[in-house]
């Protein structure tokens, strides 16, 4: 979809912009025939064709989403990202279940997938979970 200019209607107030059309999710004509391709490879497997830009947010989505959830407290947010993957949100969804003894199973768990993925700083919740005797 081409950009359509706008109207300045004399107003020098702002000057006249171009609008930009609405964040693609996949379904441009731009990028059609990328989404055909891969519908068409995916022909006999099970899961439905994505691509990264409709189902899957970028990283720096992905990032901005965790610390936003995080400062609000929104931990179903943080839970939601990391349950689909994005390691960096196991780590805070680690330390905010180690906060109460019913939940420690769910520390131990986040620690140990950021420990996995490499996420600095998971191996102190598995630490504190050793200090309180959950391992024992």
Sequence with gaps: VPAQPTQNNGDNSAPASVTKPA??????????????????SNAGSSKPATTESADQPSTD??????????RKGDYASVR???DSGYSPAYLPLARYYLQNPSTHDLADSYAKKAKRAGV?????????????????
Excluded: F, H, M, W
Aim: proline content about 0%.
């Design 23 to 40: 964040e693609s999710k996949g379904n441009t004509s731009s990028n059609t025939g990328s989404n055909q391709s891969q519908s068409s």
């Design 61 to 70: 989505d992905n990032a901005a989403k965790l610390q936003e959830a995080v």
């Design 80 to 82: 939601k990202l990391a």
């Design 120 to 136: 600095r700083g998971a191996q102190d919740i598995i630490d504190d979970l050793t200090a309180l005797g959950y391992y024992d």
